[in-house]
Structures are given as structure tokens and as C-alpha cells.
């Protein structure tokens, strides 16, 4: 395992998924590379469609150790059911929360009495007082190594995937001294859009990214619409530097 160590800003990168040894460790060094501080990528993914590409589960647990070894960065990797849990600690430096399960209250406080760090995103439909609340599932457990990942929220508006709600970094700030990480990547749905509202998301007080990269985007199983490719990424970082 990994010491989690915290400089602002905290930038979480690598790609949606996990899909083969090539991909992965590609990624992970070219972020390492540009300055990430850790490597995310799912093993188990929650798909809408129960037909799209599931995740490669364990063996891409197995893959983002091998990752870890390489480049030293930490991991983060999403565990979608209670059940997991204790594999997915064996393996994750930080256990992501998805929107989708922001809400689980029996997952949230299993995941937080593993004591790791916990990325807790936002769902696409909860408030901020919901959020906080689900939040409070994780302190409950005496684990107070929680980032808010904001992601965008459901709203009328169609041309982006989901609507970044960036008034919530200074609002979260009044409120909370957890950390809050803003992800542009689900929040856009559009890899052009994503450098700019990174840039607008640390202007407003982000502690930190997580940003989708993959080394082919097009070739990507899922999420390569909003992937950035190593390139953007790396100019991405040189920008905020
Ligand atoms: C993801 O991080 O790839 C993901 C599925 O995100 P979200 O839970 O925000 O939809
Ligand atoms: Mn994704």
C-alpha cells in the first residue's frame, strides 16, 4: 500500500477503465510523467447498460498493483458492492464512492471502515445537504478522509452530459473542511470542454482534479468521448502549473 500523500492541487488521472496491462501502464507513466498524484482507473464499472463492458474486476485490481509498483502512485478504483469491499481494500489506496452509489448507505459505511481515504461523488440527483449527509455515513465510521468529488448533475440542458455545478466549491467550503475534488471529464462529457473547466474548477477553489486519460480515446471501452489523450493531458498540467 501506498502513503497518500496531499499537495494542492490533487490531481487524480488515468483512464475510465482498466483494460489490458499495455493500456494501463501507458497511461500510468505519462501521468506520472506530467505530474498526476494518482491513478485512477475502474476494475468494476457501472455501466448503464448491463451489455457494455463490465470491468476487468480482480485481474484489473492485479493490473493497477502492478501500475502502483511502477510509477509510485497511488490508486484509486470504485467498489460498486458491499461484497467487494474487502478485496478492493487490498488493492486501492483510495476507495472511490460512484454517483450511483452515493447513496448506499450499507456500502458507504463498509467502505469507510476500511480506514482508507474515500472519493465520494456526487450523484447525478442529490443536493448538497444529501451529499453532506453521505458524507456524515463516513465520518459515522471515524473515517474522515473523505473527498466530495463534484461530477455534474442531471439538468434540462442536453448538449453536455451532465451540468458542472462549480458554485458548490466555494459553497462546500463555507460549509465543510472536507476536500473537494471537481471532475470535468463525467461533468462535460466532452474532452475539448474538460481543460477549461479543470482551469474555472481551481479557480474557484478546487483542492483537486480527477481527469479521464486514455492513450486512444476513439479505441476506448468506455468514456473515450470525455477522455483526454496523453498529449492534452500533459499540456493541461503544464497550464495549471
Ligand atoms: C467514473 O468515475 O468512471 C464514473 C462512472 O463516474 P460517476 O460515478 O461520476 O458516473
Ligand atoms: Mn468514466
Same mark, same amino acid.
Given at each position: 500500500?501506498?502513503?497518500?500523500?496531499?499537495?494542492?492541487?490533487?490531481?487524480?488521472?488515468?483512464?475510465?477503465?482498466?483494460?489490458?496491462?499495455?493500456?494501463?501502464?501507458?497511461?500510468?507513466?505519462?501521468?506520472?510523467? %506530467? #505530474?498526476?498524484? %494518482?491513478?485512477?482507473?475502474? /476494475?468494476?464499472?457501472?455501466? *448503464?447498460?448491463?451489455?457494455?463492458?463490465?470491468?476487468?474486476?480482480?485481474?484489473? &485490481?492485479?493490473?493497477?498493483?502492478?501500475?502502483?509498483? +511502477? *510509477?509510485?502512485?497511488?490508486?484509486?478504483?470504485?467498489?460498486?458492492?458491499?461484497?467487494?469491499?474487502? &478485496?478492493? /481494500?487490498?488493492? %486501492?489506496?483510495?476507495?472511490?464512492? #460512484?454517483?450511483?452509489?452515493?447513496?448506499?448507505?450499507?456500502?458507504?459505511?463498509?467502505?469507510?471502515?476500511?480506514?482508507?481515504?474515500?472519493?465520494?461523488?456526487?450523484?447525478?440527483?442529490? *443536493?448538497?445537504?444529501?451529499?453532506?449527509?453521505?458524507?456524515?455515513?463516513?465520518?459515522?465510521? #471515524?473515517?474522515?478522509?473523505?473527498?466530495?468529488? +463534484?461530477?455534474?448533475?442531471?439538468?434540462?440542458?442536453?448538449?453536455?452530459?451532465?451540468?458542472?455545478?462549480?458554485?458548490?466549491?466555494?459553497?462546500?467550503?463555507?460549509?465543510?473542511?472536507?476536500?473537494?475534488?471537481?471532475?470535468?471529464?463525467?461533468?462535460?462529457?466532452?474532452?475539448?470542454?474538460?481543460?477549461?473547466?479543470?482551469?474555472? /474548477? &481551481?479557480? /474557484?477553489?478546487?483542492?483537486?482534479?480527477?481527469?479521464?486519460?486514455?492513450?486512444?480515446?476513439?479505441?476506448?471501452?468506455?468514456?473515450?468521448?470525455?477522455?483526454?489523450?496523453?498529449?492534452?493531458?500533459?499540456? &493541461?498540467?503544464?497550464?495549471?502549473?
Amino acid at each position: 500500500m501506498q502513503q497518500v500523500t496531499f499537495k494542492i492541487p490533487f490531481v487524480i488521472a488515468g483512464p475510465c477503465a482498466v483494460e489490458s496491462e499495455d493500456q494501463l501502464l501507458t497511461t500510468a507513466r505519462a501521468v506520472a510523467k %506530467a #505530474g498526476a498524484q %494518482a491513478l485512477r482507473g475502474g /476494475a468494476y464499472k457501472p455501466r *448503464t447498460d448491463p451489455r457494455s463492458f463490465q470491468g476487468l474486476g480482480e485481474k484489473g &485490481l492485479k493490473l493497477l498493483a502492478l501500475a502502483r509498483k +511502477e *510509477t509510485g502512485l497511488p490508486v484509486v478504483t470504485e467498489v460498486l458492492d458491499t461484497r467487494d469491499v474487502p &478485496l478492493i /481494500a487490498e488493492y %486501492a489506496d483510495i476507495i472511490q464512492i #460512484g454517483s450511483r452509489s452515493s447513496q448506499n448507505y450499507p456500502l458507504l459505511k463498509e467502505a469507510a471502515r476500511t480506514q482508507k481515504p474515500i472519493l465520494l461523488k456526487r450523484g447525478m440527483a442529490m *443536493t448538497v445537504e444529501e451529499w453532506l449527509l453521505s458524507a456524515e455515513y463516513l465520518l459515522q465510521e #471515524g473515517n474522515d478522509r473523505i473527498f466530495l468529488c +463534484e461530477r455534474g448533475i442531471r439538468t434540462f440542458e442536453s448538449a453536455t452530459r451532465h451540468t458542472l455545478d462549480l458554485a458548490v466549491v466555494p459553497l462546500l467550503k463555507r460549509k465543510t473542511n472536507l476536500k473537494i475534488i471537481v471532475d470535468p471529464s463525467h461533468g462535460t462529457g466532452d474532452a475539448a470542454l474538460v481543460p477549461a473547466m479543470a482551469k474555472a /474548477a &481551481l479557480a /474557484a477553489g478546487a483542492d483537486g482534479l480527477m481527469i479521464e486519460v486514455h492513450p486512444h480515446p476513439a479505441k476506448a471501452l468506455s468514456d473515450g468521448k470525455q477522455s483526454l489523450d496523453i498529449p492534452a493531458f500533459t499540456k &493541461l498540467m503544464a497550464d495549471i502549473r
